[in-house]
Every structure is written in structure tokens, then in C-alpha cells.
């Protein structure tokens, strides 16, 4: 404990002012890089879970209209088909009629909010529609360019 109220005598080893600076800075820009992961990591996670919840519930649909051979009309006439139905945390809208039942996520708890206030980035859609190419500008001076069949010179003579 003296030591430290005493500080370094000439001779003695200890770190200097740039060296703990540069290690706080090595830190800092650590951090800067890990920790906007770990937001989107969370983000995608909920995300996924919530598609995975969507194909679930329209999966069981299909099996309940199999099996009853009508459509379900609310999520909770799915309850005997999950093991667990408290566990469904989605809003769904059922439609149509047997054998034609779709089913609609309408909501999902995925839209929390992330740590640092920002939502995640959109999932690119898988299969986007291409878009037309656009038609190509017609060539006003036929096969040659605007030279004729002799180029840029002019016929020989």
C-alpha cells in the first residue's frame, strides 16, 4: 500500500502515458466494431423466428383443414395441433375456403426494439422480379456508323 502512495522511484518499471492511451484506443475501436454485431445479430434472430413461426402456423392450418375438411377461422381452433399454443406470439388472418385456406402473419413481436434504437436491415427478397431490359436506342445510320462503308476517311478514290 505504500508503494502506491509513494508512486515509481527512478528506476522502476511502469507503463507510460502513450502506452495506456494507445491501448484505450485499441479498445474503443474494438468496441465500435463488435457491438453494432451484436444488435444485428439480435435483430436477425427475431426476425427469423418470426418467419419460422408464420410457416409453422400455415403449416398446422393445412394439417387442420386436412383433418376437419374446413378452413380454421381463428388461431385458436389450431390449439390441440401445437404442444405448446401459449407459445404462439403472432397475429394470423385465416381466409378461404377448403381445400383453398391461406393464412396471413399480420403481426409479429419481432418488431422490438433493438439495443441502440435501430431496427434491422430488411432480408433481401429471394427472388426478386427481374426487371425488363430496356429496349436499345436504334442505330440511325445502319450497319457502317454515321461514316458509311468506308469509316471516318471518306471513299478512296
Known amino acids: 500500500m505504500k508503494r502506491l502512495s509513494r508512486g515509481l522511484h527512478k528506476g522502476e518499471k511502469g ?7 494507445v491501448v484505450i484506443a485499441i479498445l474503443g475501436i474494438i468496441s465500435a466494431i463488435v457491438v453494432p454485431n451484436f444488435g444485428n445479430f439480435f435483430g436477425r434472430g427475431q426476425s427469423e423466428a418470426c418467419q419460422v413461426e408464420g410457416r409453422l402456423v400455415t403449416t398446422i392450418a393445412l394439417v387442420y383443414a386436412t383433418d376437419t375438411g374446413s378452413c380454421p377461422v381463428d ?25 383453398n385456406c391461406t393464412v396471413e402473419q399480420t403481426g409479429c413481436p419481432a418488431s422490438v426494439e ?17 426487371e425488363p431490359d430496356p429496349e436499345p436506342e436504334p442505330w440511325p445510320w445502319g450497319p457502317w456508323g454515321p461514316w458509311g462503308p468506308w469509316g471516318p476517311w471518306g471513299p478512296h478514290h
Request: without cysteine; glycine residues 10%.
Open 15 to 21: 507503463f507510460t502515458l502513450i502506452e495506456l492511451l
Open 75 to 99: 388461431i385458436s381452433e389450431l390449439s390441440e395441433y401445437f404442444e405448446d399454443a401459449g407459445a404462439v406470439q403472432g397475429s394470423y388472418v385465416f381466409a378461404g375456403t377448403f381445400p
Open 114 to 130: 433493438l439495443p441502440g434504437g435501430s431496427d434491422p436491415e430488411p432480408e433481401p427478397d429471394p427472388d426478386p422480379e427481374p
